[in-house]
């Protein structure tokens, strides 16, 4: 229901996955769009999924199709604005995308990189990872994803500029 399905008189299918910004941009003024430095839409559901092959198939080379699966991972869409100088080239804003249980503890922090203009950004529904002593401390910053997380509601904060963003997912 939040898919944009067009098909050709040929044989080519074409889907949009989740409009929601795109509908929600064309229910609100420019004005609106303008005055937002950053929008965290709505987040669609989140499940946890274990992919694998089907037994007895070990290469399925071009006998098989095989279409591309959704990434299991949580889909988020940012709205991002920022002001530019007419003949300067845009850069990309560095932001931290946060998540805290019900609780409220951070189990993740992920740097990211906002352009002007609607985000995609995804999260693996994992938490930090506990790193081993004889593993060599990671840079500033720098995170990698751990054990798969419970099911639940998580808070998604999406930090840019000193503005926050929140949405429950």
Not at 40 to 61: K, M, N, T
Not at 109 to 115: H, V
Not at 138 to 161: A, F, N, Q, S, V
Request: with cysteine; proline share 4%.
């Amino acid at each position: 229901e939040k898919d944009l399905v067009i098909g050709t008189f040929g044989r080519a299918i074409y889907i949009l996955d989740d409009i929601v910004a795109l509908r929600e941009l064309a229910n609100s003024t420019i004005d609106k769009w303008e005055k937002e430095k950053l929008i965290l839409f709505e987040i669609p559901d989140a499940y946890q999924a274990q992919y694998s092959s089907p037994p007895g198939v070990l290469f399925s080379a071009n006998a098989t199709f095989k279409g591309q699966n959704r990434s299991s991972s949580a889909r988020l869409k940012v709205y991002y604005h920022q002001e530019t100088e007419e003949g300067k080239e845009e850069k990309k804003a560095k932001g931290k995308l946060r998540v805290f249980n019900a609780n409220g503890d951070t189990i993740r922090t992920m740097k990211i990189e906002l352009a002007n203009g609607i985000n995609n950004l995804g999260w693996g529904l994992s938490a930090k990872r506990n790193r081993f002593a004889n593993e060599k401390k990671p840079k500033e910053g720098e995170e990698y994803g751990g054990r798969p997380i419970l099911p639940g509601i998580y808070t998604i904060e999406i930090e840019c500029d000193s503005i926050k963003s929140l949405q429950k997912i």
